[in-house]
Antibody, heavy 119, light 110 residues
Framework: EVQLVESGGGLVQPGGSLRLPCAAS????????IHWVRQAPGKGLVWVSRIKYDGVTTNYADFVKGRFTISRDSAKNTVHLEMNNLRAEDTAVYYCVRGAMGFYYFDYWGQGTLVTVSS | QSALTQPASVSGSPGQSIAISCTGT?????????VSWYQQHPGKAPKLMIYDVTNRPSEVSNRFSGSKSGNTASLTISGLQAEDEADYYCNSYTTSSTYIFGTGTKVTVL
């Protein structure tokens, strides 16, 4: 069974940092892109970032460039989202999402972890 | 562009058909046939309904269908059922190698 389990969410002050791990299981991790998608409370889905199975190729939404870094550890089947200089508008549920192999859509989603940026 | 444009809400009676539009630009929806649609019930993770504009995963009801013309994609739900009441989001791959979601549409079954 494909599973994506996010953790690391919580309350952080503006300007602070947080690192979100996503543990993957039930599939060949090294074959898939992994994405992060976020959803502010009561708002819509927003794509944040993705990392290729090679662990080198990454892409980011413009609003997080220079503040967020995505990485992956193939030995531990884990993807991380490092978030720095957090702002109130970064408050959201962050979903770890698998990109369908060879396609441009998302086929499995984690349950999400809530990040709250507030003083 | 921060998001693809969808109507905020669409409603219909059981058994009716409804359509949800998703308007983008020549840099996203109009650039490729990589539009997908997701259904989200309150408090739940999104679920894939349509991919590559018109393709439906095997586990999704054939009441759901997709299409595209130019920079606008559409999701049609036929034979509307109470369980279809949810939020729906379109998504497109872009020429910048990123992805963009729609603003979301709340579907209400009257």
């Amino acid at each position: 069974e494909v599973q994506l389990v996010e953790s690391g969410g919580g309350l952080v002050q503006p300007g602070g940092s947080l690192r979100l791990p996503c543990a993957a299981s039930g599939f060949t991790f090294s074959n898939y892109w992994i994405h992060w998608v976020r959803q502010a409370p009561g708002k819509g889905l927003v794509w944040v970032s993705r990392i290729k199975y090679d662990g080198v190729t990454t892409n980011y939404a413009d609003f997080v460039k220079g503040r967020f870094t995505i990485s992956r550890d193939s030995a531990k089947n884990t993807v991380h989202l490092e978030m720095n200089n957090l702002r109130a508008e970064d408050t959201a549920v962050y979903y770890c999402v698998r990109g369908a192999m060879g396609f441009y859509y998302f086929d499995y989603w984690g349950q999400g972890t809530l990040v709250t940026v507030s003083s | 562009q921060s998001a693809l444009t969808q109507p905020a809400s669409v409603s219909g009676s059981p058994g009716q058909s409804i359509a949800i539009s998703c308007t983008g630009t020549s840099s996203d929806v109009g650039a490729y046939n990589y539009v997908s649609w997701y259904q989200q019930h309150p408090g739940k993770a999104p679920k894939l309904m349509i991919y590559d504009v018109t393709n439906r995963p095997s586990e999704v009801s054939n009441r759901f269908s997709g299409s595209k013309s130019g920079n606008t994609a559409s999701l049609t739900i036929s034979g509307l059922q109470a369980e279809d009441e949810a939020d729906y989001y379109c998504n497109s791959y872009t020429t910048s190698s990123t992805y963009i979601f729609g603003t979301g549409t709340k579907v209400t079954v009257l």
